[in-house]
């Protein structure tokens, strides 16, 4: 729909009338000035994009929306999601344009699982528009008629350091949305009564979701200001803002505070606390199930004992196991295909205030693409789970490209984030439903070495010390488990009893990985040396075996490491 039918259609559709149009006007007016006057204080200022999205803030907040002003978590509330960390936004999205994945999956939630009234609304600016995670995010809502939905693209035209590269051909925005399969309309974002209009248009479109294009102005009322692009980043001189505030306030007509229309409440009451595996894992000792089989088995076995737990998959369903959660829960499965960064946004967006249990599925190298996804969402404090398989060099006939060789180093580094590491189908099983534990799995008074590994260098170091045995050469072997956070106790305890020696093994770069957390978390204490074996350059493909033996972490290496140490 081009700009002029959108103005033009308001006779046709009862709207708003003039005295609230008025306020609306207002409303906007004061948000201004509160933009100004908080910039104002700041060394680095974001005065001008806060200016332009006025009258959109004012039409959705007081006219559009509904939720309650007391309960900004009330699950029954209409979403909005925004790039600032507010009690009302939920996620902290910040410049990289991950907002509207995090919307699909609330508009997802509210759609498919809580089957409720709630929608979605989404502010992007024109130039987060540019990322490759937006697009990835218009093809899912399109795909999956998230027609609960609301993206409106705030084109102010000016980027960080200067216009942006389509400046104010908001025809541009309206083709590629359309494209998408999206339902678009073109709006003069200042003009209040067709934001109300085009947004109750938006309500009433079925199986699609919409995208609304509106063209805005920087710093809009601000005489000199206005569509300038020298003043990103730059705070406004306390004289010349007390000037343009009593310029705006001099606009200001009504008094009138407008409440927001109240939500329905529909949403269903969960509860997604205290899951807890109601029988025990059925492998014995000798089974030879992959990990990643495993943790399929798992998450189908968890999908029945609570129905928020929800499986998102980057079209690696075949490889990860995470067919068989599929197959025995269909309707919690969100396939999401390869578009990782989208993917880990959806998962955020779903487990927003705390509406389901959600579980991300891909190779672990791939996380690599999302890692400000990751980020972002520790900033915020949310709850997934990230499951990635395919990791180290042990994959065998697979490319480098496949071989997960900076993952632990990569979640190491993310706040709050516990890092699992199971080396069996019985540890798998157990690390979708704990949140931390670290064991001994061979140990004696007469261990000389103390030996860490997880994952498949825990079974090289298990042949190991069967090898080393048989020349009367004992050494003490920990399945690590969980990477963060570190059983410290354990580990000194076990060094101490071993010399002080301890060799770790691991299938990663030694960067970040459990070698240095190893090291750190014994640097404190004296008479300790840790040796780590690790991959130390490009690996090659080939299989399981000889991937190991080349990158020098294979039982064979581990044998002469320790015989090495004690020759020492």
């Not at 060799?503 to 840790?530: K, R």
Request: aromatic residues 8%; negative net charge.
């Amino acid at each position: 729909m081009s700009e002029a039918e959108a103005s033009g259609g308001m006779a046709s559709n009862s709207g708003p009338d003039e005295k609230t149009l008025q306020v609306l006007r207002d409303m906007a007016n004061r948000l201004r000035i509160r933009s100004i006057r908080a910039t104002s204080t700041s060394t680095t200022s974001h005065l001008t994009p806060c200016s332009s999205a006025a009258e959109i803030m004012s039409v959705l907040f007081f006219y559009t929306m509904r939720y309650k002003q007391a309960d900004p978590e009330n699950p029954n509330n209409d979403r909005f999601i925004l790039s600032k960390g507010l009690p009302f936004v939920n996620v902290a999205t910040g410049w990289p344009g991950q907002g509207l994945g995090v919307a699909c999956g609330m508009a997802y939630t509210g759609k498919y699982f809580d089957q409720a009234s709630y929608r979605v609304f989404c502010l992007l600016g024109d130039g987060e528009s540019t990322e490759g995670s937006v697009w990835e995010a218009l093809a899912f809502a399109s795909y999956y008629n998230l027609d609960n939905l609301v993206a409106i693209f705030d084109v102010n035209r000016i980027g960080h350091s200067g216009s942006m590269s389509v400046e104010h051909c908001i025809t541009v925005y309206q083709k590629r949305c359309e494209a998408f399969g999206w339902n678009t309309y073109m709006v003069d974002g200042r003009n209040v009564e067709t934001l109300c209009h085009v947004f109750s248009q938006a309500a009433q479109v079925r199986g699609k979701p919409t995208a609304v294009i509106a063209k805005t102005f920087r710093a809009r009322s601000m005489p000199n200001v206005e569509d300038a692009e020298s003043w990103y980043g730059r705070p406004m001189p306390k004289e010349r803002a007390d000037a343009i505030i009593n310029l705006i306030e001099s606009q200001i007509q009504t008094n009138r505070i407008l409440v927001p229309p109240a939500p329905i409440e529909d949403s269903p009451q969960i509860n997604i606390m205290d899951i807890n595996m109601t029988s025990t894992p059925v492998y014995i000792a000798d089974d030879t199930v992959s990990t990643q089989k495993a943790c399929g088995l798992a998450l189908a076995k968890l999908g029945h004992e609570n129905d928020r737990v929800i499986v998102l998959n980057g079209d690696t369903k075949n490889s990860n196991f995470s067919d068989i959660f599929k197959k025995e829960h269909p309707e919690r499965f969100i396939q999401c295909y390869s578009a990782e960064q989208n993917m880990v946004n959806v998962a955020l967006g779903c487990a927003t205030r705390d509406r389901t249990i959600a579980f991300v599925c891909t190779f672990a190298a791939f996380f690599t693409r999302a890692f400000d996804q990751i980020h972002m969402g520790a900033i915020s404090q949310m709850n997934i789970n990230l499951i990635g398989s395919h990791c180290g060099v042990s994959i065998g006939d697979d490319n480098p490209y496949h071989m997960a060789l900076e993952d632990l180093a990569i979640f190491r580094a993310i706040p709050n984030c516990t890092v699992f590491y199971p080396s069996d189908a019985i540890a798998t099983e157990h690390a979708v439903y704990l949140a931390a534990n670290t064991k001994v799995v061979r140990c004696s008074d007469n261990d000389k070495v103390t030996v860490i590994g997880a994952g498949v260098t825990l079974h090289e170091a298990l042949l190991a010390a069967d090898e080393l045995s048989k020349e009367d050469i004992s050494i003490r072997v920990i399945d690590l488990f969980t990477i963060k956070p570190l059983d410290t106790a354990t580990i000194i305890s076990s060094a101490k009893a071993t010399s002080g020696r301890i060799i770790t093994v691991e299938e990663h770069y030694p960067e970040g990985g459990i070698g240095e957390a190893v090291c750190a978390a014994v640097s404190m204490e004296p008479n300790i040396i840790v040796h780590q074996l690790a991959v130390m350059g490009v690996p090659q493909h080939g299989r399981s075996s000889e991937a190991l033996d080349f990158s020098g972490i294979s039982a064979r290496h581990i044998n002469m490491a320790v015989k090495c140490i004690l020759m020492n």
